[in-house]
């Protein structure tokens, strides 16, 4: 009964370089959010995604945040030239694809430090 | 600007007490709510959902829920020092079911 995914748990990385975070739902969901938590922070939203689509992506950064859910494989959030002010944790969480609830149920995160 | 709104604590409880979480939220048209428990450095955990007025039983804890006062709750009965963490609330944001959390009440529960 596998959980949310995700890879690395932890991450290190110099200002300018890329970070790629990535996320395997939990079985049978097809819906991926993915939170940022700052220090001392609560989480925010950044963008919802479906298989091959971008749902909302209204809590992305405008520059430098991507992020996709191809048909196969993992969701992937990427960062391009990271600045120390992105150092947090990066949660992903999965919903199933019916009904209105939204439950969601997150996954360890990934720890991203940049130095 | 939708808003949740948690006193940040900490809470102190004695250990077989009722924990007692409030929660405010802005948005009059929120339909549904959560309660996440989020150890130190770990991820949240989904515990509690509510979506109707009243109370949601689940074992030793209970939602209540008052729409009318726009007002979420967690009780925790028979408190235990495992149960020392923050607790998140979070209402959807939107029609895509995205999560507004509150900035979470930090629980110690005392042996």
């Known amino acids: 009964n596998a959980g949310v995914m995700q890879n690395p748990r932890h991450l290190v990385r110099r200002r300018g370089q890329e970070a790629r975070l990535r996320c395997s739902p939990m079985k049978g969901h097809s819906h991926v959010y993915w939170y940022r938590q700052l220090p001392e922070e609560g989480l925010k939203f950044m963008v919802y995604?479906?298989?091959?689509?971008?749902?909302?992506e209204s809590g992305m950064p405008k520059e430098r945040f991507s992020a996709e859910f191809p048909k196969e494989g993992p969701s992937i959030l990427r960062i391009q030239q990271v600045v120390r002010g992105d150092s947090a944790a990066y949660f992903c969480a999965s919903s199933p694809p019916t009904g209105w609830s939204y439950e969601q149920y997150f996954g360890p995160g990934t720890r991203l430090t940049v130095t | 600007q939708k808003e949740v709104e948690q006193n940040s604590g900490p809470l102190s409880v004695p250990e077989g007490a009722i924990a007692s979480l409030n929660c405010t939220y802005s948005d009059r048209g929120s339909q549904s709510f959560f309660w996440y428990r989020q150890y130190s450095g770990k991820s949240p955990e989904l515990i509690m959902f509510i979506y109707s007025n009243g109370d949601k039983e689940d074992g030793r804890f209970t939602a209540q829920l008052n729409k009318a006062s726009q007002y979420v709750s967690l009780l925790i009965r028979d408190s235990q020092p495992s149960d020392s963490a923050t607790y998140l609330c979070a209402v959807v944001g939107g029609s895509q079911g995205n999560l507004i959390f509150g900035k979470g009440t930090k629980l110690s529960v005392k042996p």
């Open positions: 995604l479906q298989k091959e689509n971008i749902i909302d």
